[in-house]
């Protein structure tokens, strides 16, 4: 059974940067696509980025700009760099990793408090 482990999480001043990463247990093959969401309270969960085993990256327009998605093949890691955080990107980060089959895989979450 392959786990999804976030970690860097936890509390920012607006304006701060967090490095969340997300590694599996064992390396998975034919992985179609690696991303972040996000689930704020009392909403649903939205995406965030993805990442494709080609390289090319999609952004939520509210994070454009702000956010960049990156990964690694070797270790099935991939990463989210969060810089000028705002109050609204309060929320649980979950990584997701997706098969070419169309399988998919999900971390527990980790935490992001953008308060002052």
């Known amino acids: 059974q392959v786990q999804l482990v976030e970690s860097g999480g936890g509390l920012v001043q607006p304006g701060g940067s967090l490095r969340l990463s997300c590694a599996a247990s064992?390396?998975?093959?034919?992985?179609?696509?690696m991303g972040w969401y996000r689930q704020a309270p009392g909403k649903q969960r939205e995406l965030v980025a993805t990442?494709?085993?080609?390289?090319?990256?999609n952004y939520a327009d509210s994070v454009k700009g702000r956010f960049t998605i990156s990964r690694d093949n070797a270790k099935t890691a991939v990463y989210l760099q969060m810089n000028s955080l705002k109050p609204e990107d309060t929320a649980v980060y979950y990584c997701?990793?997706?098969?070419?089959?169309?399988?998919?895989?999900w971390g527990q979450g980790t935490q992001v408090t953008v308060s002052s």
């Open positions: 990442i494709t085993s080609g390289g090319p990256t």
């Open positions: 997701n990793v997706q098969l070419a089959s169309s399988l998919n895989y």
């Open positions: 064992k390396r998975i093959f034919s992985i179609s696509v």
